[in-house]
């Protein structure tokens, strides 16, 4: 069975500073797609970044970027010079169209 | 356009009732998904339609469940006999590529009491 495996069920980091949120894959298709997305309290989720699995370099956007480990089925999120307005879910999911989804790690920011 | 579209955004009903949730996906997008998410966790895949083609249905879905997407536009999603057990919150997303993932409803939260 494909699984998603996010270890961390909460996260806390202080404002402006970086942190790292982990994730891990399980997945029998030879294409796929790995995805971060940010769910806001009572907000809708949001895509934050997306990689191709045939893609050896690491997606950036902004101050968001992964560490993409192939081998280790592995798909880290890295938020730089953190805000408040990063406090939510994040979720990471595989797939191609059908997503498979972790069950999330809470990022708290501290001012 | 305004985005995925999803109605009503709370629904509370008694046990044993029907409901239906409508999905407005983007216009372009001709995939539309159902998740279910409950408390704490992630979301849950239900079904995805291409078109107005129901590609795929969860194992986990019962009988209870359906979905359609006449003409490849909106879709509707009905609970029958709602249980407990049901209670989520019901989102819908849509995509055109799956490189560039989905986007997401604000959900149908529903409750039965």
């Known amino acids: 069975a494909q699984t998603v495996t996010q270890s961390q069920p909460e996260m806390s980091v202080q404002e402006a500073e970086t942190v790292t949120l982990s994730c891990t894959y399980d997945?029998?298709?030879?294409?796929?797609?790995l995805f971060w997305y940010k769910q806001p309290p009572s907000r809708q989720m949001i895509l934050v970044i997306r990689q191709e699995a045939y893609k050896q370099q690491n997606a950036t956007e902004n101050r968001f970027s992964v560490n993409f480990q192939k081998a280790a089925k592995s798909f880290s999120l890295k938020i730089s010079d953190s805000q408040l307005g990063d406090a939510a879910m994040y979720f990471c999911a595989s797939g191609n169209y059908q997503l498979i989804w972790g069950a999330g790690t809470k990022l708290i920011i501290k001012p | 356009d305004t985005g995925v579209s999803q109605n009503p955004r709370h629904k509370i009903t008694k046990r044993g009732q029907n409901v239906t949730f409508r999905c407005d996906p983007i216009?372009?997008?001709?995939?539309l998904y159902w998740y279910r998410q409950t408390l704490g966790q992630g979301p849950e895949f239900l079904t995805y339609f291409q078109n107005e083609a129901q590609l795929e249905k969860s194992r986990l879905l019962s009988d209870r469940f359906s979905a359609e997407r006449p003409k490849g536009s909106f879709s509707t999603l009905e609970i029958q006999r709602t249980e407990q057990g049901d209670s989520a919150m019901y989102l819908c997303?849509?995509?055109?590529?799956?490189?560039?993932?989905?986007?997401f409803g604000s959900g149908t939260r529903l409750t039965v009491v």
């Open positions: 997303a849509s995509s055109l590529e799956a490189a560039r993932g989905y986007t």
């Open positions: 997945t029998s298709e030879s294409d796929y797609y």
């Open positions: 216009s372009e997008h001709n995939r």
